[in-house]
């Protein structure tokens, strides 16, 4: 997605249901909808208090844009990435933090450091390179959050070309904090969409969970919500989901996905499709779907499986069908 510039590790995926404002809830629903970080937002909220919630969700939007986007020259984030010492703010802090913990549950499969493996493979800031093993090892030499904290809100590199890029959970934190301050305000319905990853809680206007549709992940489906592939029920938790048939290249036959591996340096070759993750927070959400993309599907199924707070929906391929796992906790509608 471009959001803050094209997404590295994944594609967004999910569509909103259509929400129909009618008779149905006696509670006025209202809509906010707009462009964000090179994508779009969507939030639909009953306003009990009868006040539009619109500068407020700007104000959120604006704080996030200047700590944590690398395609603001002015950002937190990407000032630090030029070397300069600035101390950290709250929103830089707790993306770091929980990037870090989920680097290490995957063994370093979930990786926010490894954009200069994107950007020679084509899927970063630069056109495709000649990729060779010696490009691919300089570009490892600089990935891996092993390379980089924060001490006494100061980030320390041990190589200081190291860089970060929070494209792969910045959009599910986005959700989760414009989701805090509505619950501080006491709105008890609601479903905020940033960039296709989800926060909502209650009822939409029907009275009825929220719907989230999935699209089918298969080649030529550009537009979403043209083909979906299931339609998911929702209330009360994050989701995300992630893809690789809608960003990739072919070159002499072979075709290559924008999900890489940050141990190897090279496309992963799993049979995922897509990955959709439900978790009681947006941001684990988002970052597990982009986890699971490179784990594959047998190690996506037995982390879902193992972890109570965490759901999954699978499309995978097997030959020629596309095949789908559903844990237990998923609704469909």
């Known amino acids: 997605m471009k959001y803050w510039g094209i997404k590295f590790l994944k594609s967004a995926l999910l569509l909103?249901?259509?929400?129909?404002?009618?008779?149905?809830?006696?509670?006025?629903?209202?809509?906010?909808?707009?462009?964000?970080?090179?994508?779009?937002?969507?939030?639909?909220?009953?306003?009990?208090?009868?006040?539009?919630l619109d500068s407020l969700v700007e104000s959120i939007l604006n704080d996030i844009d200047f700590s944590l986007s690398v395609y603001n020259e002015e950002s937190l984030?990407?000032?630090?990435?030029?070397?300069?010492?600035?101390?950290v703010d709250t929103l830089f802090r707790n993306v770091f933090d929980r990037s870090y913990e989920i680097y290490k549950l995957s063994g370093g499969l979930f990786d926010v450091s490894a954009a200069p493996l994107f950007n020679i493979?084509?899927?970063?800031?630069?056109?495709?390179?000649?990729?060779?093993?010696?490009?691919?090892?300089?570009?490892?030499?600089?990935?891996?959050?092993?390379?980089?904290?924060?001490?006494?809100?100061?980030?320390?590199?041990?190589?200081?070309?190291v860089t970060l890029n929070f494209n792969a959970i910045a959009q599910g934190y986005t959700a989760d904090v414009i989701a805090s301050q509505f619950e501080k305000i006491g709105?008890?319905?609601?479903?905020?969409?940033?960039?296709?990853?989800?926060?909502?809680?209650?009822?939409?206007?029907?009275?009825?969970?929220?719907?989230?549709?999935?699209?089918?992940?298969?080649?030529?489906?550009?537009?979403?919500?043209?083909?979906?592939?299931?339609?998911?029920l929702l209330s009360g938790g994050g989701l995300a989901t992630s893809g690789n048939y809608r960003k990739f290249y072919e070159e002499d036959g072979q075709k290559y996905s924008h999900t890489i591996n940050p141990l190897t340096g090279y496309p992963a070759k799993a049979s995922i499709l897509s990955a959709t993750v439900t978790a009681p927070d947006a941001m684990t959400a988002d970052a597990y779907a982009t986890w699971f993309m490179v784990a594959g599907v047998e190690k996506a199924i037995e982390i879902i499986e193992s972890d109570p707070k965490i759901e999954g929906y699978l499309v995978y391929s097997q030959g020629d069908s596309l095949r789908v796992y559903k844990s237990a906790g998923i609704q469909i509608r």
Request: aromatic fraction near 8%; glycine fraction near 10%; charge should be negative.
């Open 16 to 52: 909103l249901s259509v929400i129909a404002f009618t008779c149905c809830s006696k509670t006025e629903y209202r809509m906010i909808d707009g462009f964000t970080q090179g994508t779009t937002y969507h939030i639909a909220y009953s306003d009990e208090n009868g006040v539009p």
């Open 77 to 87: 984030i990407t000032k630090i990435n030029n070397g300069e010492d600035l101390s």
């Open 121 to 161: 493979w084509g899927f970063g800031f630069k056109n495709k390179m000649t990729i060779t093993q010696e490009r691919v090892d300089s570009a490892l030499s600089l990935t891996g959050m092993d390379k980089i904290y924060i001490e006494e809100s100061k980030v320390i590199k041990t190589n200081k070309d």
């Open 187 to 232: 709105i008890n319905n609601y479903l905020i969409e940033v960039g296709g990853e989800i926060f909502c809680k209650g009822v939409n206007p029907k009275g009825k969970k929220w719907s989230v549709g999935i699209d089918r992940p298969v080649d030529g489906n550009m537009v979403q919500g043209e083909d979906l592939q299931d339609i998911l």
